[in-house]
């Protein structure tokens, strides 16, 4: 059995490409994101997995949720995911996606994990040297993790960048014991 994300590929990059091609790509993002929560919604999962549904009603099931929000494109794209028997992969569609947009927009998605709540000056300064130190505009999520004791950790991409004050006590305790 494959893995999801490379099942998710081929649809993820289609998606991108008629989007980009109707200059559309923050509308699809915005329609993909709204598929994906009601993908992964149990709900949802367990009406879509009712063998009793033809493909035309469970593609329906999703374009209903959704009242109107998906362009015609769209609603063919999640026809096409039933046909396929794909549904389930709409999260890691939009996730997929979102990495193509953002890799054409020059922008990279960053977590920062911090032991306390940041400021607004704290994160932008985060942020501004991000980009200068990758030399692309950084888009930042935050979260409070207690456990970091102090500092912050950041997740950029595949890089992690762990100034944690518990970091920092776990390899002065492996130098001591070295």
Do not use: C
């Not at 927009?105 to 306390?116: D, I, K, L, P, R």
């Amino acid at each position: 059995m494959a893995e999801p994300s490379t099942v998710a590929r081929p649809y993820a990059e289609a998606a991108f490409k008629l989007a980009d091609e109707a200059g559309a790509l923050a509308r699809w993002a915005e329609m993909l994101a709204g598929l994906a929560t009601v993908a992964s919604d149990p709900r949802v999962r367990q009406a879509a997995g009712d063998p009793r549904l033809s493909d035309a009603q469970r593609a329906g099931l999703f374009i209903a949720i959704l009242g109107g929000r998906l362009t015609a494109e769209a609603e063919n794209f999640v026809r096409v995911l039933t046909q396929n028997d794909r549904l389930e992969l709409l999260p890691e569609i939009h996730e997929q996606f979102e990495a193509l947009k953002n890799e054409r927009e020059g922008v990279v998605e960053a977590t920062v994990h911090s032991a306390f709540e940041l400021t607004d000056a704290q994160l932008e300064d985060i942020v501004a040297r991000l980009e200068k130190r990758t030399g692309r505009k950084v888009r930042a999520q935050v979260s409070v993790d207690r456990e970091l004791i102090g500092g912050v950790k950041i997740v950029l991409g595949d890089k992690v960048i762990d100034g944690s004050a518990r970091a920092q006590l776990a390899a002065l305790e492996a130098a001591l014991k070295a």
